[in-house]
């Protein structure tokens, strides 16, 4: 492991039930081991049961919140996530753009429980703005498709769209495989150089929630640590499968992971 501690700025959206978006990230890049900073993109009103409130801040607001945080104590690594619409979709990708440091992009669409965290109208602008910005982009088979209108059925499908994401301008692509039926669960990540693969036996829960946030997050961390990217990305795998392995089992309905309490 390396000896840097890792500065992660986290630009996402809070869920006030501790278990996705906002919470999420800060709970992994600190169990991690990392420092973890944090532009607000919008306040859900959020429980296991669903999303029942989304109220947006400011433009401004976020962008001096990174600001704030990136002429002072600075980052290593940039994480994405709920961005809500188009105009934080620009805003976003412009503080990547003068950020210039590795950035994790999570293509937020929707959740769990249903609810929309980004615009349908504003997918065009994820895959012009943000895409070729990301040193790692993490689709779920959903997103992925939303993103390149190709279908994702089966790891051929992972693998088509994940090529397809890459020629969008990705430097990476975690084509995640929890969408995809099947008893085991496969992520693939894809380079330029090639790929590897992450496997694992499908586990029989409904404390799912927060799990996209979470390995995008660990993701980030590691590479904010100076781990080389495949690296970053196995400790994130095998973080996210623990977590939900080990998960408390709070609420009725998709609860939080366990992240080490
Ligand atoms: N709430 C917020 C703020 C999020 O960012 C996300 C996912 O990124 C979710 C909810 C959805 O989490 P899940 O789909 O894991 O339930």
Redesign the pocket.
């Known amino acids: 492991m390396s000896e840097k501690q890792g500065r992660v700025l986290i630009i996402?959206?809070?869920?006030s039930g501790g278990?996705?978006?906002?919470q999420a990230d800060i709970k992994s890049v600190t169990i991690l081991g990392g420092y973890a900073a944090t532009a607000i993109t919008?306040v859900?009103i959020?429980n296991t049961l669903g999303?029942s409130g989304v109220h947006p801040i400011p433009t401004e607001v976020v962008k001096a919140q990174a600001r704030a945080v990136l002429d002072d104590i600075g980052a290593d690594a940039i994480k994405t996530?709920?961005l809500g619409d188009i105009a934080m979709v620009e805003t976003v990708a412009q503080i990547l753009a003068q950020a210039g440091i590795p950035a994790v992009v999570?293509p937020?669409m929707i959740?769990?429980?249903g609810?929309n965290?980004l615009a349908p109208e504003a997918v065009d602008a994820v895959r012009s703005l943000m895409i070729p910005q990301s040193a790692l982009l993490t689709p779920n088979a959903p997103e992925a498709e939303a993103l390149t209108g190709l279908p994702v059925a089966d790891l051929d499908g992972q693998r088509r769209v994940g090529e397809a994401l890459l020629e969008l301008g990705a430097a990476a692509v975690l084509m995640k495989g929890g969408h995809v039926p099947g008893d085991t669960v496969t992520d693939v990540l894809m380079t330029r150089d090639g790929e590897t693969t992450f496997s694992g036996e499908r586990l029989d829960t409904r404390h799912?929630?927060?799990?996209?946030?979470t390995l995008a997050s660990a993701c980030a961390t590691g590479i904010a640590q100076g781990m080389p990217l495949e690296q970053a990305v196995a400790r994130a795998w095998g973080y996210v499968h623990e977590a939900m392995r080990l998960a408390p089992g709070l609420g009725g309905g998709?609860g939080p992971l366990d992240h080490g309490w």
Not at 19 to 22: D, E, T
Request: aromatic share 0%.
């Open positions: 996402a959206g809070s869920d278990g996705a978006g906002i919008a859900t959020q999303v996530g709920m999570d937020v959740s769990k429980g609810a965290l799912t929630h927060g799990t996209g946030c998709h």
